[in-house]
């Protein structure tokens, strides 16, 4: 059987993955946000990119296990929809609350445990992105594009750690991200047969 083709699976993704982005912005324009206007958008934009880096990691486990096919198909705009708001996380940080001073960014990654972990997170995104066309996977060969991929489990975990230390009353909600990182991480080690698809 042919497998079912989704005209708007793709173009709705980018829709849903960009509304956020959009309300944050239009928030912003109305006066909408707390009386600490940047740490709300870095708070909001930072927890978008790991909602997004997870669903990218759940992709993978979903064709294992239920033969879905469709995920695979939006893998990669998740992951670089995670990655453009992690993106934009720093540069907040980076342009609105630090101002540009070098000086206090390098001393808050190099004394800072949350803020190390998190642009270490950054870091690995970065050669993910840039290697997430088709020419690139050609270019690296398939075995090499996907081993260097793997590190995107580890910049889950380290965006877990840097949202846990980040939290300083209520560790519910990364304790949560943190278990479904790990359980993915260990879905990914089991020896699945993928099913085939219906």
């Known amino acids: 059987m042919r497998r079912p083709h989704y005209p708007w699976l793709r173009p709705g993704i980018w829709i849903g ?4 982005l959009v309300a944050i912005t239009l928030r912003s324009l109305s006066g909408g946000l707390s ?8 708070n909001e934009l930072g927890l978008t990119a790991l909602i997004l880096l997870v669903c990218a990691l759940a992709c993978s486990p979903a064709w294992y ?9 939006i893998r990669r705009d998740l992951g670089l929809l995670a990655f453009a708001y992690a993106m934009l996380h720093f540069l907040v940080y980076l342009l609105l609350d630090q101002v540009l001073d070098m000086a206090a960014v390098l001393e808050d990654v190099a004394k800072r445990p949350f803020i190390t972990f998190g642009f270490l997170a950054l870091l690995l995104l970065v050669p993910l992105a840039i290697t997430s066309t088709n020419k690139m ?11 260097l991929h793997r590190l995107v489990y580890l910049a889950g ?16 909600q990364p304790l949560t991200y943190g278990l479904i ?5 260990g879905a990914r080690l089991v020896p699945w047969e993928p099913r085939r698809a219906r």
């Open 17 to 20: 993955g960009l509304a956020p």
């Open 137 to 147: 996977v050609r270019r690296l060969g398939f075995k090499n594009w996907q081993r």
């Open 35 to 42: 009386a600490n206007p940047i740490a709300e958008i870095m």
């Open 181 to 185: 990182v790990a359980a993915l991480l």
């Open 157 to 172: 975990l380290l965006a877990v750690v840097h949202f846990l230390w980040r939290v300083k009353i209520d560790w519910t």
């Open 65 to 73: 296990l239920w033969g879905w096919t469709w995920p695979a198909r």
